[in-house]
């Protein structure tokens, strides 16, 4: 049983396009978070959520927004794709309380052409 | 700003000998401190995590945090080849929704 899943694992995409990746975890955890690791392989958090409160990362384009349908699914959407938002995404979630670890996904490798 | 810092190495070591890893955090507030390992292409995965000073141990793998240096280091005795990978140290603040702080890594290669 896959704990933390994303899909797609690949996205290949032209910039402008509008895409949507999924993240679900079975763990029940209550906070879930978005990654962004670049070519260099700095992971990045952009966006911490739980049922209370939204946190976003300020370097964050408005261009990307978490949503979430129920408490075990973040997914990720943006908008109007550029070359720069190429990288491998990852999703991860935790227990919020007492500074839990995360788990992570397997993440989604997004290439814009 | 939050900053972690990592050397990028790499860090090479016999198999068999002991790899020390090194990561230093700039923000004092800081709580709660992990150790991941990443393969390439593959997802981070939890190796140690360690909330108060001293050592805390795991089979071969030590963390060591020192609050008043904001320093954490990984040990990690009789090192195999399957060590090989990249290793993220990771700093958590309570009050910033748990979101945690990367660094940028270190390679490890551990040579047969």
């Known amino acids: 049983d896959t704990a933390v899943s994303q899909t797609p694992k690949y996205l290949v995409t032209q910039m402008g396009n509008d895409k949507s990746i999924k993240c679900e975890q079975n763990l029940g955890h209550d906070t879930m978070y978005w990654y962004k690791q670049d070519s260099k392989k700095f992971l990045k958090i952009m966006f911490s959520y739980n049922n209370k409160e939204l946190i976003i990362n300020e370097t964050v384009p408005n261009r990307f927004s978490p949503k979430s349908p129920d408490k075990a699914h973040l997914n990720l959407h943006i908008n109007s794709l550029e070359l720069g938002d190429s990288a491998v995404y990852f999703c991860?979630?935790?227990?919020?309380?007492?500074?839990?670890?995360?788990?992570f996904g397997d993440g989604t490798r997004l290439s814009i052409l | 700003q939050k900053e972690v810092e990592q050397n990028s190495g790499p860090l090479s070591v016999p198999e068999g000998a002991i790899a020390s890893l090194n990561c230093t955090y700039s923000?004092?507030?800081?709580?709660?401190f992990f150790w991941y390992r990443q393969y390439s292409g593959k997802s981070p995965e939890l190796i140690m995590f360690i909330y108060s000073n001293g050592d805390k141990e795991d089979g071969r793998f030590t963390a060591q945090l020192n609050k008043a240096s904001q320093y954490v280091s990984l040990l990690i005795r009789d090192s195999q080849p399957s060590d090989s990978a990249t290793y993220l140290c990771a700093v958590g603040y309570k009050s910033a929704g748990n979101m945690l702080t990367f660094g940028g890594g270190t390679r490890l290669m551990v040579k047969p």
């Open positions: 923000d004092r507030g800081s709580q709660s």
């Open positions: 991860a979630s935790s227990q919020a309380s007492g500074n839990q670890p995360q788990h």
